[in-house]
């Protein structure tokens, strides 16, 4: 006769906060939505993140003033939107970008419905993180049944741990103390360490995939030459993510085809943005760097172009001189071979699964 199995955690798993690794994914999935990885538009970018953007994960977008940094998250948080059709996404707007009726109209150009987007106007990062996300939005789950999806915060930067001066006294002191700004940026520094864990927890147990956006400033360059870029929002900022992507401008504007200004010249109507995966917590990612094209109104462009140089530079498709050859046929160059791309959606479907699974092969 065989003795009973002896309990291995007595009474522990009785307990808030014990849980068996086997069967947490079940107990959490009782509790919090249970909603499929989002990829972006570009190849470049899902094939950097290996995996996807993970639902509860956190990311950081920064780089240099008007890279196209919000127009990727924007991106993102569409896939995310469209998986997910009674979920709404939220927008903090700490830049107060959203002054004109023209930022609808970019927003919804990119893909973005509007009736599903919630935008918070503040700029104090106090109110910001613990009234508006972990107090209002948190009770709004969990009393009202209201589902996120998605979250931006734009940008870490323009956030400020000083209240908004309220006479005219507080205002001449602000305006006099030279000191002000580097002492705001310590105090949010710190701030953001302490507020972070909280916050991480918020986005992990409702499983939102929160997009920070931050400014970047040069800091140099190092002894090889290359450009050093450097973000005010602390280690915090850095350490807390799963992702973090640094994102430049690259190469020359995108002009458009026949239009000219008074003046004769071409009208840029986007730019080539370089995207370097500088941490992944998911899969293997790290190092990885894109060139992705982007158009004003539209946003990412060209996804077959992208898709063509992947899959040539993976080896998926075999190069030869100017000629590229798949599938028994050959293609004279990168741009016939996305053409033939973007006229055969099922091409574009089998290309995209071999380079997302050659992302993961080593994950």
């Given at each position: 006769?065989s003795?009973?199995?002896?309990?291995?955690?007595?009474?522990?798993l009785?307990?808030?906060?014990?849980?068996?690794?086997?069967?947490?994914?079940?107990?959490?999935?009782?509790?919090?939505?249970?909603?499929?990885?989002?990829?972006?538009?570009?190849?470049?970018?899902?094939?950097?993140?290996a995996?996807?953007?993970v639902?509860g994960?956190?990311?950081?977008?920064?780089?240099?003033?008007?890279?196209?940094?919000?127009m990727?998250?924007?991106?993102?948080?569409?896939?995310?939107?469209?998986?997910?059709?009674?979920?709404?996404?939220?927008?903090?707007?700490?830049?107060?970008?959203?002054?004109?009726?023209?930022?609808?109209?970019?927003?919804?150009?990119?893909?973005?419905?509007?009736?599903?987007?919630?935008?918070?106007?503040?700029?104090?990062?106090i109110?910001?993180?613990?009234?508006?996300?972990?107090?209002?939005?948190?009770?709004a789950?969990?009393?009202?049944?209201?589902?996120?999806?998605?979250?931006?915060?734009?940008?870490?930067?323009?956030?400020?741990?000083?209240?908004?001066?309220?006479?005219?006294?507080?205002?001449?002191?602000?305006?006099?103390?030279?000191?002000?700004?580097?002492?705001?940026?310590?105090?949010?520094?710190?701030?953001?360490a302490k507020?972070?864990?909280?916050f991480?927890?918020?986005?992990?147990?409702?499983?939102?995939?929160?997009?920070?956006?931050?400014?970047?400033?040069?800091?140099?360059?190092?002894?090889?030459?290359?450009?050093?870029?450097?973000?005010?929002?602390g280690?915090?900022?850095?350490?807390?993510?799963?992702y973090?992507?640094?994102?430049?401008?690259?190469?020359d504007?995108?002009?458009?085809?026949?239009?000219?200004?008074?003046?004769?010249k071409?009208?840029?109507?986007?730019?080539?943005?370089?995207?370097?995966?500088?941490?992944?917590?998911?899969?293997?990612?790290?190092?990885?760097?894109?060139i992705?094209?982007?158009e004003?109104?539209?946003?990412?462009?060209?996804?077959?172009?992208?898709?063509?140089?992947?899959?040539?530079?993976?080896?998926?498709?075999?190069?030869?001189?100017?000629?590229?050859?798949?599938?028994?046929?050959?293609?004279?160059g990168?741009?016939?071979?996305?053409?033939a791309?973007?006229?055969?959606?099922?091409?574009?479907?089998?290309?995209?699964?071999?380079?997302?699974?050659?992302?993961?092969?080593?994950?």
């Amino acid at each position: 006769m065989s003795e009973e199995k002896k309990n291995l955690f007595g009474t522990l798993l009785q307990k808030e906060g014990f849980y068996k690794a086997s069967t947490i994914v079940e107990d959490l999935a009782s509790k919090v939505p249970d909603r499929q990885y989002a990829f972006s538009t570009s190849p470049c970018l899902s094939w950097m993140t290996a995996c996807g953007f993970v639902p509860g994960t956190m990311s950081l977008w920064y780089g240099p003033k008007s890279s196209g940094k919000t127009m990727l998250v924007l991106d993102v948080l569409k896939n995310f939107q469209q998986q997910e059709p009674d979920a709404i996404i939220v927008f903090v707007d700490a830049e107060m970008s959203f002054e004109y009726r023209e930022t609808l109209v970019w927003m919804a150009a990119n893909g973005i419905d509007l009736d599903r987007v919630l935008v918070i106007r503040e700029v104090c990062i106090i109110e910001i993180f613990e009234t508006k996300i972990l107090k209002d939005l948190n009770l709004a789950i969990k009393t009202e049944g209201v589902k996120i999806c998605g979250m931006a915060l734009d940008s870490i930067q323009a956030m400020s741990v000083l209240k908004v001066p309220e006479t005219e006294k507080q205002i001449s002191n602000a305006s006099k103390d030279n000191t002000l700004s580097k002492a705001d940026f310590g105090k949010r520094a710190n701030y953001l360490a302490k507020i972070f864990p909280f916050f991480r927890m918020f986005c992990r147990d409702n499983r939102i995939h929160t997009c920070l956006i931050g400014q970047a400033r040069s800091g140099g360059k190092d002894s090889y030459g290359n450009q050093i870029w450097e973000t005010n929002g602390g280690e915090a900022l850095f350490h807390e993510v799963q992702y973090r992507f640094l994102v430049t401008q690259s190469g020359d504007p995108i002009f458009h085809p026949t239009k000219k200004d008074i003046n004769g010249k071409e009208v840029k109507i986007g730019h080539n943005v370089k995207v370097v995966c500088e941490k992944n917590k998911m899969a293997d990612g790290l190092g990885r760097v894109g060139i992705i094209s982007i158009e004003y109104m539209k946003g990412v462009v060209d996804k077959e172009g992208e898709l063509a140089e992947l899959v040539t530079k993976l080896g998926i498709a075999e190069g030869g001189g100017a000629w590229i050859s798949y599938g028994g046929n050959k293609y004279n160059g990168v741009k016939k071979f996305a053409e033939a791309i973007k006229a055969d959606d099922l091409l574009y479907k089998e290309l995209f699964n071999k380079v997302m699974f050659r992302a993961t092969e080593a994950a």
